[in-house]
């Protein structure tokens, strides 16, 4: 069975740094190309990181140079470190990929910024 697991949000002042990890189970993610996106209440999904199994990522604008992507393959692990945080980065943040079937994602983990 296919999971993925987000942890690593908290609440943390602006400025502040936080490390998300997403364990993968069912599945080797070194096969897939992996994603972060977040979402808050009543606002679309933004896609902000992803890593392709040639190892190329891709940021979003609104995170590109404070945020970075990556994974571990022999733990089956994927990474988000978030750096210089800002209110605006608050949000439910999750860890997907999409197989021939359907795009899974995890249960997420609320990352807050506020002072």
């Known amino acids: 069975e296919v999971q993925l697991a987000e942890s690593g949000g908290a609440l943390v002042q602006p400025g502040g740094s936080l490390r998300l990890t997403c364990a993968a189970s069912?599945?080797?993610?070194?096969?897939?190309?992996m994603k972060w996106l977040r979402q808050t209440p009543g606002e679309v999904v933004e896609y902000i990181a992803a890593?392709?199994?040639?190892?190329?990522?891709w940021y979003s604008e609104s995170v590109k140079g404070r945020f970075t992507i990556s994974r571990n393959n022999a733990e089956n692990t994927l990474y988000l470190e978030l750096n210089n945080l800002k209110s605006e980065d608050t949000a439910m943040y999750y860890c997907?990929?999409?197989?021939?079937?359907?795009?899974?994602r995890g249960q997420g983990t609320q990352v807050t910024v506020s002072s």
């Open positions: 069912g599945f080797r993610l070194s096969e897939y190309t």
């Open positions: 890593i392709t199994r040639a190892d190329g990522v």
């Open positions: 997907s990929f999409r197989d021939a079937d359907r795009e899974h």
